[in-house]
């Protein structure tokens, strides 16, 4: 059998976690911040896990992580 190849892309979003679960950052930090309060902008620091729906499709991206 052939190696499979990683999905780049998925692999520079997600890290797995040593549950099997995928971490991702959050998304609406990257620009237009002046309008955002310091709070809001805080908390998107924060990792999140992807949702429960998607952490087949992330496995399948990433077999090897």
Do not use: E
């Not at 052939?2 to 990257?30: L, M």
């Amino acid at each position: 059998m052939p190696k499979i190849k990683t999905n780049r892309g998925a692999a520079k979003r997600f890290k797995r976690t040593s549950s099997g679960s995928f971490k991702r950052n959050c998304s609406h930090r990257r620009h237009i911040l002046t309008k955002k309060s310091t709070k809001r902008k805080r908390q998107l620091r924060a990792p999140n896990t992807i949702a429960k729906s998607d952490v087949a499709i992330a496995r399948r991206m990433m077999p090897y992580a």
